[in-house]
């Protein structure tokens, strides 16, 4: 997110984050979550499996891996597993913010 365009993030995110949040409610709550310049990030493999891909990353120092769903046509980007999409704007904002 280093470029600040939530905007085109969330044109990449999956069915389940696009239902749960408009994209000016997304737009707010990465801005919350994400400031400054981020960290570089490099795709180290991926794993496909049907209509699912593992992407394993590396990210500064860590590794990490994010799941990618095929939908409508196109690779779109799985919340992360600690990601409460049931919250609403206000609390998911509340909770990058105790975060930082």
Do not use: H
């Not at 999956?14 to 570089?40: D, H, L, N, W």
Request: contains cysteine.
């Amino acid at each position: 997110y280093i470029s600040d365009d939530f905007a085109g993030a969330y044109e990449l995110a999956s069915k389940s984050t696009r239902e749960a949040y408009s994209v000016e409610e997304f737009t707010k709550i990465q801005q919350a979550c994400y400031k400054g310049e981020g960290m570089p990030v490099d795709v180290e493999g991926v794993r496909l499996s049907g209509d699912q891909a593992t992407v394993r990353l590396v990210v500064g120092d860590f590794k990490q891996s994010r799941t990618m769903v095929y939908e409508d046509g196109s690779w779109r980007a799985k919340p992360a597993p600690e990601t409460n999409s049931s919250l609403s704007v206000d609390e998911a904002v509340a909770e990058c913010e105790g975060a930082g």
